[in-house]
């Protein structure tokens, strides 16, 4: 195959910051991150659990919808309120920019 044989819908470069945290919740859950700041996601960012790879393009209006980091990131209800809290302090305000 060559790259002619790809119909490539999107194919962008761009640059980023990311974030690598790694925390111990006041449940003794831990979480290794990594929190993507980019200008693809419409002021979200990009979170990957770095220990289980699963990731979700979140802002703060997602982390008021019921289920959605224990759907997500595949952790109890207690765990994703603390996971919960601590992203409410880094996700920051959505800015929609053209």
């Given at each position: 195959?060559?790259?002619?044989?790809f119909d490539f819908l999107?194919?962008?470069t761009e640059q980023?910051?990311?974030?690598?945290?790694t925390f111990v919740t006041p449940g003794l859950k831990r979480f290794d991150l990594a929190i993507l700041s980019t200008n693809r996601f419409y002021g979200k960012k990009l979170v990957t659990d770095m220990m289980f790879g699963r990731s979700?393009?979140?802002g703060p209006d997602d982390l008021e919808e019921e289920g959605v980091l224990e759907s997500v990131f595949r952790i109890n209800e207690e765990e994703?309120?603390?996971l919960g809290q601590f992203l409410s302090l880094v996700l920051g305000a959505v800015n929609f920019s053209d």
């Open positions: 195959m060559t790259m002619k044989d999107s194919d962008s980023t910051t990311t974030r690598f945290v979700a393009v979140l994703a309120a603390e």
